[in-house]
């Protein structure tokens, strides 16, 4: 089992920048790949950005590269999502989910472990 917690969400202008955290638990970190999804009302839980068990592979949806960076630190067993040049539509409740590979995914259905989530609102 592996425990996930997010933090770092809030309210934001839009423009501005927040970095998530996700600090997990229970199993050797460095064994999983780790994701970021997130979920708007009313609309299915979409990919953001993935990371493989080292950090040398990152995967980003369209609609956040050039704007998001995913990381991971291992020692801290903890991975990272900085957002930057946030706009209203970003609007969502972000996850964190693992699963134990040396490669990853973006689809959710094939993540293992989530966390509960954190709240991201940008506001206009």
């Known amino acids: 089992q592996v425990q996930l917690v997010e933090s770092g969400g809030g309210l934001v202008q839009a423009g501005g920048s927040l970095r998530l955290s996700c600090a997990a638990s229970g199993r050797t970190f460095s064994n999983y790949a780790m994701g970021w999804f997130r979920q708007a009302p009313g609309k299915e839980r979409e990919f953001v950005a993935a990371?493989?068990?080292?950090?040398?592979?990152?995967y980003y949806a369209d609609s956040v590269k050039g704007r998001f960076t995913i990381s991971r630190d291992n020692a801290k067993n903890t991975v990272y999502l900085v957002m930057s040049s946030l706009k209203p539509e970003d609007t969502a409740v972000y996850y964190c989910?693992?699963?134990?590979?040396?490669?990853?995914?973006?689809?959710?259905?094939?993540?293992?472990?989530w966390g509960q989530g954190t709240q991201v609102t940008v506001s206009s």
């Open positions: 990371i493989n068990w080292s950090g040398g592979r990152t």
């Open positions: 989910a693992a699963r134990s590979a040396s490669s990853t995914r973006v689809s959710p259905d094939w993540y293992e472990y």
